[in-house]
């Protein structure tokens, strides 16, 4: 299957310090991608969806200031928590959709844990 | 309306037996259907997927059944093996405002015995 590439894998930070999550797809081109936030033993909980050269468009409840989403180009997403705090210490997941055949592939996901 | 529901929420089977994992849904403007596996500390990888104009779809061991008028679809995993113990999840997709959405299941937590 196609891959999606996402980097850091995990990240430990400060408290009040911001981090940046990058996904990328390597071999499509990605028109949409999407953000998750995995608690444990629990479901995929989609943040945002990102189209590329155009603004993320927000689920209900997710503060758009704190995860600032920026979708460049059609390979590459980048997710930003900013002023990390330890209730945003979580699992981060993105999804990229291949335009070809409509499958949704994810990334490895990124640990982040904030001190 | 655009919710998914599985079941059931964890799964225990034999090695060598078969594991199945059901879903429903509500939304028929779902037009897309794919089965996740996950295991700890990884991101979901797809297994399978079906369109709902089919109603059966095999890939090797797994295989998934589509019944469009009960609005159910159910992923079977033939042969478990221990290495298939992980979190299934059921989606459907949907298209909303001109963009792209694909609604998870709860998950299953599937553990083959060996």
């Known amino acids: 299957g196609a891959v999606v590439s996402q980097h850091p894998s995990w990240v430990i930070c400060k408290s009040g310090t911001s981090v940046k999550i990058e996904c990328r797809s390597l071999?499509?081109?990605?028109?949409?991608m999407f953000w998750y936030r995995q608690f444990p033993k629990q479901s995929l909980m989609l943040m945002a969806t990102?189209?590329?050269?155009?603004?993320?468009?927000?689920e209900q409840g997710v503060e758009k200031d704190k995860f600032l989403i920026n979708h460049a180009s059609l390979t590459l997403s980048t997710l930003t928590v900013t002023s990390a705090h330890p209730e945003d210490s979580s699992f981060y997941i993105c999804?990229?959709?291949?335009?070809?055949?409509?499958?949704?592939?994810f990334g490895q996901g990124t640990r982040l844990t904030v001190v | 309306q655009q919710q998914v529901k599985q079941s059931p929420q964890s799964l225990i089977v034999q090695k060598g037996g078969i594991s199945i994992i059901n879903c429903a849904y509500e939304?028929?403007?779902?037009?897309?259907f794919p089965w996740y596996q996950q295991f700890p500390g990884k991101g979901p990888a797809l297994l399978i997927a079906?369109?709902?104009?089919?109603s059966e779809k095999k890939e090797g061991r797994f295989t998934i059944s589509f019944n469009k008028s009960a609005k159910q679809f159910s992923l079977h995993i033939m042969d478990s093996q221990p290495g298939d113990s992980a979190t299934y999840f059921c989606?459907?997709?949907?298209?909303?405002?001109?963009?792209?959405?694909?609604?998870f299941g709860t998950g299953t937590r599937l553990k083959v015995l060996a």
């Open positions: 999804s990229a959709r291949d335009p070809g055949g409509g499958e949704a592939f």
């Open positions: 071999d499509f081109q990605a028109t949409t």
């Open positions: 990102s189209n590329e050269g155009s603004k993320a468009t927000y």
């Open positions: 939304n028929t403007a779902f037009d897309y």
């Open positions: 079906i369109r709902p104009d089919v």
């Open positions: 989606a459907a997709s949907i298209i909303t405002s001109g963009t792209y959405k694909y609604i």
